[in-house]
């Protein structure tokens, strides 16, 4: 059989997209086993300095203070942000209890994250002499309404904003100039969620604000290598699942407890990278969702925000 031009074209046609589907997803896997196996551990770029602190917001309970016990443990002073000054002293005394190693200094301070009135510089004014070398954006929340968003006030809705993306910005707004004089490599973490790669009924607020976290940290990292480059580097956390006393799941391999997340994504501190997954599993997990269709995840959300709604209830009763 004599294969024309145009049979052979096609052929070397398909064998070439075979060849670079084949080394695309190579390079994922290679990048996936490099990223949370393989590669140094880069925390200690941000020990530099006499007293360095990393500041966590949302620390008082789930995975704000089991990241502050992780960064403790590993050197750091902190400071740690919270609402409620007797769970976020509680927080600080365990903090104490369990670390290793000499007892280092603990700072707090105490900021509702939904109010508009927050005097974020002078916040930052009483922690100005302080070398801040890592922050951890970490508060927020998902308030799961049972409604659509038109069955709220304007106010009501805006703190969820607030919540999820403004008090990340304003605090990070207020403390760049600190950061930029800290005299080496300073990382911002934007705590963020899968959420906001999906469309999720009745968590507008806080899948949009996610995503807005996520454009922040993008335009931030420019602006921070434009002109006269600063040492200060952003990067979005693109969170999955995470049991915390606010969700109540059994833990499981794609449901990790608040310790052993924070355990694990201390290797992934200053990866470089500007968007990270920072629980192996989660990123897994990311990446057979990004393969099924839109009607297939919508359902399966609607089905998951249902039985949440539905059991929520049952404890309110």
């Given at each position: 059989m004599i294969l024309d031009y145009n049979d052979l074209i096609s052929t070397q046609t398909f064998t070439i997209l075979g060849i670079l589907t084949a080394f695309y997803f190579f390079q994922r896997f290679a990048s996936f086993v490099w990223l949370y196996y393989l590669r140094p551990p880069s925390l200690h770029k941000f020990l530099h300095g006499k007293e360095p602190y990393a500041l966590i917001t949302g620390a008082s309970d789930g995975i704000g203070r089991a990241?502050?016990?992780?960064?403790?443990?590993?050197?750091?002073?902190?400071?740690?942000?919270?609402?409620?000054?007797?769970?976020?002293?509680?927080?600080?005394?365990?903090?104490?209890?369990?670390?290793?190693?000499p007892k280092r200094d603990i700072r707090f301070f105490l900021?509702?994250?939904?109010?508009?009135?927050?005097?974020?510089?002078?916040?930052?004014?009483?922690?100005?002499?302080?070398?801040?070398?890592?922050?951890?954006?970490n508060v927020g929340g998902g308030r799961l309404r049972a409604q659509r968003i038109d069955a709220f006030s304007g106010e009501d809705l805006l703190g969820d904003i607030r919540v999820n993306a403004l008090?990340?910005?304003?605090?990070?707004?207020?403390?760049?100039?600190?950061?930029?004089?800290?005299?080496?490599?300073?990382?911002?973490?934007?705590?963020?969620?899968?959420?906001a790669d999906i469309a999720i009924p009745r968590l507008s607020t806080y899948a949009a604000s996610k995503s807005f976290l996520y454009q922040l940290t993008r335009c931030l990292n420019a602006d921070e290598t434009y002109g006269s480059p600063s040492q200060v580097r952003f990067t979005y956390w693109n969170v999955g699942t995470v049991i915390t006393n606010s969700l109540r799941e059994k833990p499981s391999l794609f449901y990790p407890?608040?310790?052993?997340?924070?355990?694990?994504?201390?290797g992934i501190i200053g990866c470089g990278r500007e968007k990270v997954t920072p629980y192996a599993p989660h990123a897994m997990q990311q990446l057979l969702v990004g393969l099924?269709?839109?009607?297939?995840?919508?359902?399966h959300a609607t089905k998951t925000i249902q039985r949440i709604i539905d059991e929520t209830e049952k404890r309110t009763d």
């Open positions: 990241v502050a016990k992780e960064l403790y443990e590993r050197g750091f002073n902190l400071i740690l942000h919270g609402r409620n000054e007797t769970k976020l002293k509680a927080a600080i005394d365990q903090i104490h209890a369990s670390g290793k190693g900021a509702s994250a939904d109010a508009a009135d927050v005097d974020f510089t002078k916040i930052v004014e009483q922690f100005k002499d302080l070398r801040i070398t890592l922050v951890i954006n008090f990340s910005f304003d605090l990070t707004h207020a403390l760049l100039p600190q950061l930029r004089a800290a005299g080496g490599p300073v990382e911002v973490v934007f705590v963020g969620s899968q959420s407890l608040a310790a052993d997340f924070a355990k694990n994504l201390m099924l269709p839109k009607s297939i995840l919508l359902h």
